[in-house]
């Protein structure tokens, strides 16, 4: 029987875990830079999974000290699926959100490390990666979060939400600078609707309420994810004021589309600005793969007279939007992406300002990762690097590149050689010492 696509090649999950000392490198790593880079993503225990968006999380680790790639490391996530095949109903036939594999993001947060997935409680990971168990912000959160929360940069709150099958489908979350959660409601949305990821700015907070619905046939047939396109279903972006978060929610109609990643987004006056990469569709078939690609698109919302303009910016289809998270909320002027058709890699630079690019071209056989920036010094949206893993099929091994955001085209500025491949997985961070 021929495995499917999401368990061969650089997809296919890795057998265990190590720890390695002092990793080769070509270049010089920069001296500024000490902390952990971490990348989160599926990598089934069992080897098996129904979908890739479903196995377990491992979490890949690069430690670097002062111009040094002190270690490699990767860890399973030892949520309660993992440990104890825990099911999202506990024996009551409650919802049990320590159930999941957070296999999706790694995030920090008031001084705790994250290991993120959309339909459970997040998991705490020591420095070192192993699981300290789940989080809850002290009994206060009662839904799932998201993988993509959003910490504002001006008053370090972590704003998030969570959804869900049942009522309430959408509840928004806030989280102080010290991570006490003060804060959840219910945003009133019709359907279970899968919801992704959403957008923050100074003044907003910024749902998508597009037509990929939960679909209950594919879900008691258990044929991965359970969720499909629906035709009749609406697509919209619905704001709310961060000064009045139990306010009304005000909602602004869109062509259909999805939306997995915002890039950024930020306040003019009377308008929002939001650069997202959009899909035309996803999903009318079957959840296994995708009907097109997104490519990076600008939505203009006109609070004044209730519109939305949609432009798009580039035809290249890429994913894994990125800015210097310093700038989120705020114009940032850069964004980044990764390009990949499989065969051959790249990262771009979008001056969003102008709507120019740069490409670090990767070449055949290279495929990049996310790619995280690591700023190189304290002006946010000033210099500072990109850091991607990035598989090498002719050799089936990865490295860790670090690329100078400011000079994308040049030559890395180091190529942190790992002791084996990372597989194929979705989003980290750059998390500093200080």
């Known amino acids: 029987m021929t495995a499917p696509a999401h368990l061969t090649g650089n997809y296919a999950p890795v057998t265990d875990e190590i720890t390695v000392h002092e990793l080769p490198c070509t270049g010089t790593i920069p001296e500024e830079l000490t902390g952990w880079y971490l990348r989160n993503g599926p990598n089934p225990h069992t080897m098996a999974s129904k979908h890739w968006f479903l196995g377990d999380g491992m979490v890949h680790g690069v430690r670097i000290e002062s111009g040094r790639a002190v270690s490699y490391r990767n860890r399973w996530v030892r949520t309660s699926t993992f440990t104890d095949g825990a099911t999202g109903r506990n024996a009551q036939g409650r919802r049990d959100f320590t159930a999941g594999v957070a296999n999706t993001h790694v995030i920090r947060h008031a001084g705790r490390t994250f290991a993120l997935v959309e339909s459970s409680f997040p998991y705490e990971l020591t420095c070192d990666l192993d699981t300290l168990g789940p989080h809850d912000f002290d009994g206060k959160l009662t839904t799932a979060m998201t993988a993509h929360p959003k910490t504002c940069p001006v008053t370090g709150e972590l704003h998030f939400f969570g959804y869900d099958f049942a009522e309430p489908y959408l509840t928004y979350h806030r989280a102080n600078s010290a991570g006490t959660l003060e804060l959840s409601r219910p945003i009133d949305v019709p359907a279970a609707t899968m919801h992704h990821d959403f957008a923050l700015t100074a003044n907003h907070v910024v749902f998508m309420d597009l037509p990929v619905l939960f679909d209950l046939p594919t879900a008691m047939a258990g044929g991965g994810m359970p969720f499909r396109w629906n035709d009749a279903y609406q697509a919209r972006l619905g704001v709310l004021r961060r000064d009045d978060p139990h306010g009304a929610v005000r909602w602004f109609p ?179 010492d200080h």
């Open 254 to 432: 869109i062509e259909p589309c999805y939306v997995f990643h915002t890039l950024n987004a930020y306040d003019e006056p009377g308008r929002i600005v939001l650069h997202v990469m959009r899909y035309p569709s996803l999903w009318r078939e079957d959840s296994q793969g995708f009907d097109e690609g997104a490519t990076l698109w600008r939505w203009t919302v006109d609070l004044t007279t209730g519109t939305v303009r949609e432009d798009q910016m580039d035809d290249r289809a890429a994913e894994f939007p990125r800015i210097d998270d310093r700038l989120a909320g705020l114009d940032s002027r850069y964004g980044h992406v990764s390009v990949s058709d499989g065969e051959h890699g790249a990262l771009l630079r979008y001056d969003l300002h102008t709507g120019s690019s740069t490409v670090h071209d990767l070449g055949p056989g290279r495929l990049p990762a996310e790619a995280s920036f690591a700023p190189a010094d304290e002006t946010p949206g000033g210099a500072g690097y990109l850091m991607s893993y990035v598989y090498d099929a002719a050799q089936d091994r990865s490295d860790l590149v670090i690329l100078d955001a400011t000079d994308l085209a040049a030559r890395p500025v180091a190529t942190i050689h790992l002791p084996r491949r990372v597989p194929h997985g979705f989003h980290g961070n750059w998390l500093p």
